[in-house]
């Protein structure tokens, strides 16, 4: 009897913490850079794109429903059982946290627009970072599932922290999204054989200025600094990039709300919006942070269309190309802005030769927010193409083939 109750108190604690690692981590979530543990093309996750395009573009919808059971529905759909099960649990014990509750209900604007949802989530993951309190933080660690228990005490305990937490916009920098930026490149680079300097719009923390110090797997083409701690290996459909060198000369970049990767508040912040159960996207941006520290990127603080207008006035040197990126960047201007900046880039464009080519890299939703496409335009010709159909993450890219 009691060799019996010994095992059923085993096989109880083993199920207990296989139903934890499956909340933290999902039945089949797979490490996206391991390559030998990508899915076969049945599974393949662009199937899932529907959703994910949905939840990526904020369609508001929210009605008289909880904004936080909408995003967990999403959450669960997008692999990250964990995340959805702390929104679920955020809304049955919302009323613990009076000044929190208060500021939701009086949101003015759109709650799905602003996604308070994730800032709620960044604040509560903040918070298991501190440790504070102690049963969030083991509730992040798998020590236990007790969702309602731990996240009403931290409702409790930590209201005027969320609070202040959800007066600010998420603030992302997504390091997967330099495989595609990269790729790109590769394709200018085999137009012209010479090195680039890069200037980008809406950096972040600018973790993206780094991208010639990861590590890629782009289709069959490997290129970057192998040794890097940060590996860019998204899965790949179609054909494979160009080979060619990654050299880049110089990177530069522009925010209107730059976050300094040496302020530890700044980092931690970053580190706070990456989902606790996406181990890949946190791991990635946790080296790329260490990276940064080594080598700071350079963004200036400042509205971009009017930085782009004075870098572009100084003409490169001969022999150098020059490209202008932006990722997930667009969405944020106002149509004014969109057409300064295109007439900024078609002026300098014009001037643009052979020597001293201009290449524009943009990772954008499309306008009826469909889908993100990788679309490179190179100057002195003027010609667009889309090179591939890119998960907003980057976790995934569709090339096209050349027509
Ligand atoms: C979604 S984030 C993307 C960050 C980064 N490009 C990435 O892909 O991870 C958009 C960034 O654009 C910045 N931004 C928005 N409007 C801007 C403007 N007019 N000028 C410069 N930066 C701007 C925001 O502060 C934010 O850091």
């Not at 429903?65 to 909408?70: A, I, N, P, V, Y």
């Not at 330099?178 to 680079?189: D, P, Q, S």
Request: proline fraction near 7%; charge should be negative; include cysteine.
């Amino acid at each position: 009897m009691e060799k019996d109750a010994k095992v059923a108190v085993t096989e109880y604690r083993e199920q207990r913490q296989e139903r934890i690692r499956t909340a933290l981590h999902g039945p089949e979530r797979r490490e996206v850079n391991d390559v030998a543990a990508r899915p076969r093309r049945a599974e393949e996750p662009w199937a899932r794109a529907p959703v994910e395009y949905e939840w990526m573009t904020k369609r508001a919808d929210v009605g008289g429903g909880s904004e936080f059971l909408r995003q967990a529905d999403r959450c669960r759909a997008m692999g990250s059982p964990f995340v959805a099960s702390v929104l679920e649990a955020v809304d049955r014990q919302l009323s613990r946290a009076p000044i929190t509750a208060a500021m939701i209900s009086g949101w003015e604007g759109d709650p799905a627009a602003a996604a308070i949802a994730m800032r709620f989530n960044g604040a509560l993951n903040a918070l298991a970072r501190r440790g504070a309190p102690a049963s969030l933080a083991s509730l992040y660690n798998g020590e236990h599932d007790d969702f309602d228990g731990a996240i009403a005490e931290a409702l409790a305990g930590q209201d005027s922290f969320i609070a202040n937490w959800l007066t600010h916009p998420p603030q992302t920098n997504e390091v997967a999204r330099a495989g595609a930026i990269v790729a790109a490149l590769l394709t200018a680079r085999a137009r012209w054989d010479m090195p680039f300097e890069l200037l980008d719009l809406g950096s972040s923390a600018g973790l993206n200025l780094n991208l010639a110090r990861y590590a890629y797997r782009l289709g069959s083409v490997s290129v970057g600094d192998p040794e890097s701690p940060v590996r860019v290996a998204p899965l790949w459909r179609g054909p494979s990039p160009p080979v060619a060198p990654l050299e880049i000369v110089s990177a530069r970049g522009v925010d209107l709300q730059p976050l300094d990767v040496s302020n530890p508040d700044h980092r931690e912040r970053l580190l706070s919006f990456a989902w606790a159960d996406q181990q890949g996207r946190y791991k990635r941006l946790e080296a790329a942070l260490q990276v940064a520290s080594a080598h700071p990127p350079q963004v200036d603080q400042g509205d971009a269309a009017t930085w782009l207008a004075e870098r572009l006035e100084q003409p490169q040197p001969e022999g150098r190309g020059r490209a202008v990126i932006h990722t997930m960047f667009l969405q944020y201007l106002s149509d004014e802005d969109r057409r300064r900046i295109d007439e900024t880039l078609d002026e300098a464009g014009a001037k643009a030769c052979d020597q001293r080519p201009l290449a524009r890299i943009s990772f954008e939703w499309t306008p009826d927010r469909g889908r993100v496409e990788l679309r490179l335009t190179q100057w002195p010709t003027g010609s667009t193409r889309v090179l591939a159909i890119c998960h907003p993450y980057g976790d995934w890219l569709e090339w096209q083939p050349s027509r």
